[in-house]
C-alpha cells in the first residue's frame, strides 16, 4: 500500500514569489492535513481538507491556502513567500476526520532567500 | 489556548537503560493524546492514542500512559533503533493536533 506522496521534496524560492506544494494521500483516505515544522515553533497545523471542504484552519495569515481535489489529492500554496516561511511542510492523511491517527508524508523542504 | 509541553528537550540513554519522557498538556475538551515518532528526514510516524486517564498502550519496549494532565513514555530497555524524536499531541476538533517540541531520544549501543 503506497504511503502518503508529497512533491517536489526540496525547493528553494526568493522572497516575494509564490509556491505551490502537492499531496496524495492514501488510497482510501480522505482526509488531509498540513503542518508546517520548523526548529524554532515545531509542527504547526495549518488546515485539514475533508471531501473538498476545509473544515479547520490554523492561526496562519491569508497568504497561505490549499484545496482538495474529488480524488483527494490536495495542494496548497504559499504567495508572497517571507524568509520565515522556510520549513518543512508536511501533509498528513487519514481515514477519517476527529481520527488523530495521522499518516505523514516526508514533506516538503521549501527554503526561501 | 491549547498547549503541549515535552520534557525533556533530549535524552541520552545506553542500550538497556530504561526511562521516560513526559507530555504535559493543557486542553480544553482534550479528545485524544496521541504519540508519534520522527526519524530524521522522515515524517512522524504514529504510535499511539490515549483516550482517558488511566489508560496505557503498549508497542514492543513503548508503553504510554495518560492521566489528567500529563502522558508519559516508557522506554523499556532501549535499543539503538529507539533513536528518534518522540512527539506528543492533543487533539481538539478534526484532525487539528496540537504538538509538543518533541524529546530527541539517542540510545547509544
Known amino acids: 500500500k503506497a504511503g502518503v506522496t508529497q512533491t517536489p521534496r526540496y525547493l528553494i524560492k526568493t522572497r516575494g514569489q509564490q509556491v505551490t506544494l502537492s499531496c496524495s494521500p492514501i488510497?482510501?483516505?480522505?482526509?488531509v492535513s498540513w503542518y508546517q515544522q520548523t526548529p524554532g515553533q515545531g509542527l504547526q497545523f495549518l488546515f485539514e481538507?475533508?471531501?473538498?471542504?476545509?473544515?479547520n484552519k490554523g492561526n496562519f495569515p491569508g497568504r497561505f491556502s490549499g484545496r482538495q481535489f474529488s480524488n483527494s489529492r490536495s495542494e496548497m500554496n504559499v504567495s508572497t513567500l517571507e524568509l520565515g516561511d522556510s520549513a518543512l511542510y508536511l501533509c498528513?492523511?487519514?481515514?477519517?476526520?476527529?481520527?488523530?491517527?495521522?499518516?505523514f508524508g516526508e514533506g516538503s523542504r521549501l527554503t526561501v532567500l | 489556548e491549547d498547549q503541549v509541553t515535552q520534557s525533556p528537550e533530549a535524552l541520552r540513554l545506553q542500550e538497556g537503560e530504561s526511562s521516560s519522557l513526559n507530555c504535559s498538556y493543557t486542553?480544553?475538551?482534550?479528545?485524544?493524546l496521541f504519540w508519534y515518532r520522527q526519524d530524521p528526514g522522515k515524517g512522524p510516524e504514529f504510535l499511539f492514542t490515549l483516550y482517558s486517564a488511566g489508560e496505557e498502550k503498549e508497542k514492543e519496549r513503548l508503553k504510554a500512559t495518560l492521566t489528567k494532565k500529563e502522558s508519559f513514555l516508557h522506554i523499556t530497555a532501549p535499543k539503538p533503533e529507539d533513536s528518534a524524536t518522540y512527539l506528543c499531541?492533543?487533539?481538539?476538533?478534526?484532525?487539528?493536533?496540537?504538538f509538543g517540541g518533541g524529546t530527541r531520544v539517542l540510545v547509544k549501543p
Open positions: 481538507y475533508f471531501s473538498e471542504t476545509q473544515r
Open positions: 488510497s482510501g483516505h480522505r482526509s
Open positions: 486542553v480544553s475538551g482534550l479528545r485524544g
Open positions: 499531541a492533543s487533539g481538539a476538533a478534526g484532525n487539528k493536533l496540537t
Open positions: 498528513a492523511s487519514s481515514l477519517a476526520v476527529d481520527s488523530g491517527e495521522l499518516f
